[in-house]
């Protein structure tokens, strides 16, 4: 039988990864971020232009095919 443990499912954040007030990427507003990772505040995020974006590229790599 497995024992799980409370907490040992979750990844342990980097040591820099700390909840801080950042400047929005795309309006330059301070919002509070829970991490490094987030860098859109919510406001942006609920824009149609932000929930309809399309990728550019086929999403492939762009490493040339070997001949």
């Given at each position: 039988m497995n024992t799980v443990?409370?907490?040992t499912?979750?990844?342990?954040r980097a040591n820099s990864d700390l909840p801080a007030?950042?400047?929005c990427l795309r309006c330059k507003?301070?919002?509070?971020?829970?991490?490094?990772?987030e860098r859109i505040c919510k406001r942006?995020?609920?824009?149609?232009?932000?929930?309809s974006a399309i990728?550019?590229?086929?999403g492939g790599s762009r490493r040339r095919s070997s001949r």
């Open positions: 443990y409370p907490g499912l979750t990844p342990k007030e950042r400047h507003t301070a919002f509070w971020s829970e991490g490094f990772g942006c995020k609920t824009q149609v232009s932000w929930k990728t550019t590229g086929d």
